[in-house]
């Protein structure tokens, strides 16, 4: 019966006995992002399996649907006790792909996270610099607010305690948003503040940091931002490597980028909602970091 086994059943076989991740793929968890939950990742889940047989897949199954309006830093808080358990069994560590608003979730767990494990960061279209722009999201929670006037509500107290508030990054208030924004602009150091160190340090763990994003995403304004470009005043795209965070390395994206840690990876023809179920991006941007 052996010789009938092949790699991929001899791994599913030690994964049984808990020896997968010394042996075959590490585990990959995933924060899924705003208004969805654990049934939308039910594909991307299964195209990992069948790519690379044995991976133990999960899906935090946390702040799903409304309740992924929460606060970006009490969702961190539920998604640390979610996830530490499971680091803590990965010897060898994990890779985490954290979508849309998921993925400044994951900045924030591996920003204050001093002891993780995770190696490969999968960034799936995320507004890593903020968002800025009108889709229907924003339509349906201000009915009666266009983006030019939003920062109104996002820029206050009662706001910052909506998750799409913590991000929105309007470049026409600038100095409001430095103001109240209570994650944004600390994650991205440009809001100075005493653990700065801290966090680049833990942030800078991880051994692969890999942006996924593209011109025809539909939701993410601009779609640089997945990139961490992002629009100045004119609303003119300054490209990553322009941007004042990067070039004080505020929180370690230029380490990450001079130690060879970043990959940059730009597709167009996909759609916010299709990141996750599409073959070609996860075999174009994903695959190769999930070993
Ligand atoms: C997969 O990971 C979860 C979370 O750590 C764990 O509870 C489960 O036992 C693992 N499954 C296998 C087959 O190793
Ligand atoms: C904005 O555009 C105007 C006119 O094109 C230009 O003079 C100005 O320098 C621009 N400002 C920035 C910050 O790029
Ligand atoms: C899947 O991704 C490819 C590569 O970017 C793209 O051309 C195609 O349109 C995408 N399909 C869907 C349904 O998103």
Redesign the pocket.
Known sequence: MTELLNVSGLLLMLCGVNLCDTLGYKPVIIVHGLFDGPKQFVQMARIIEKAHPGTNVSVIDLYDNMASLTPLWKQVLGFKKALYPIIQEAKNGVHLICFSQGGLICRGLLSTLPDHNVQSFISLSSPQAGQYGDTAILNWLFPHYLKAKVFHICYSSIGQELSICNFWNDPHQKERFLKTSKYLALLNGEKPHSKMTVWRENFLRISKLVLIG?PDDGVITPWESSQFGFYDNNETIVEMKNQNWYVTDSFGLKTLHARGDLAVCV?????HA?WH?????FR?CIEEWLT
């Open positions: 593209g597709l167009s023809g996909v759609k299709n179920n599409n073959e070609t991006v174009s």
